[in-house]
């Protein structure tokens, strides 16, 4: 079985520093790994995916992600933060045969004036 | 283009009554469907995901039941609520393909009383 592990519940950090949201996973198998975002009373969207190639992600709204194997972890990071990327950010894994999504606890980023 | 309705926005319901939350899909045909519960500091739950018209998958065994009458239609159901039962549901979709991203409803809050 899958999971996934976000040890941040809250990561507060000033406008135009840089960021890194950790996400560590388990799983016997390979996976396919994600990243997602809720902001304040929106839906959840997807940052980036990470399915095969390329260990360096880069999604939407400038983030990256890395796949490292050996350490089973996917950190999400960006190297300057806007106001408008305070939200709620979700790590996901799928087992590479199945269907099942699992998402981690998330992690709330507050970016500061 | 596609779309996830689901429905209702809001509910509130007494402990013992029944529950029916119902999501449908447009604009895709066999597309997998997925319900999550979220709850704060606990992340995104899966509850149950489907394959197929009548093909229903439980993650977590509980006080609820899903059923796929038809392919695009998903309905999250239980037939005595318990107070436990409150929480943000989501239903979300994703194409029948491993490792598709999910596209997610605008979800429901329940509050058991």
């Known amino acids: 079985a899958q999971s996934v592990t976000q040890l941040d519940s809250q990561v507060p950090v000033f406008e135009e520093a840089p960021v890194e949201l950790r996400c560590n996973y388990s799983?016997?198998?390979?996976?396919?790994l994600f990243w997602y975002v809720q902001y304040p009373n929106q839906g959840l969207q997807l940052l980036l995916k990470?399915?095969?190639?390329?260990?360096l992600v880069k999604g939407i709204n400038g983030f990256e992600a890395e796949f490292n194997k050996s350490q089973t972890s996917f950190h999400l990071r960006k190297p300057s933060v806007h106001i408008s990327d305070t939200a709620e950010y979700f790590c996901?894994?799928?087992?590479?045969?199945?269907?099942?999504?699992?998402f981690g606890t998330g992690t709330r980023l507050k970016v500061l004036a | 283009s596609q779309t996830i309705h689901q429905w209702p926005a809001t509910l509130v319901q007494p402990v013992g009554s029944p529950l029916s939350l119902e999501c449908t899909v447009e604009?895709?045909?066999?597309?997998?469907l997925y319900w999550y519960r979220q709850a704060a500091g606990r992340g995104l739950q899966l509850l149950f995901y489907?394959?197929?018209?009548?093909?229903i998958s439980s993650e977590v065994p509980q006080n609820l039941s899903a059923s796929r009458p038809q392919d695009r239609q998903f309905i999250l159901s239980s037939k005595k609520l318990l107070l436990s039962d409150s929480g943000f549901y989501l239903c979300?979709?994703?194409?029948?393909?491993?490792?598709?991203?999910?596209?997610f409803g605008s979800g429901t809050q329940l509050s058991v009383l």
């Open positions: 604009g895709t045909s066999n597309p997998n």
């Open positions: 489907s394959v197929g018209i009548g093909q």
């Open positions: 990470y399915l095969s190639g390329s260990t």
């Open positions: 996901a894994v799928s087992a590479s045969g199945t269907y099942k999504y699992i």
């Open positions: 799983s016997s198998v390979s996976v396919y």
């Open positions: 979300a979709w994703s194409a029948l393909l491993k490792g598709e991203k999910l596209f």
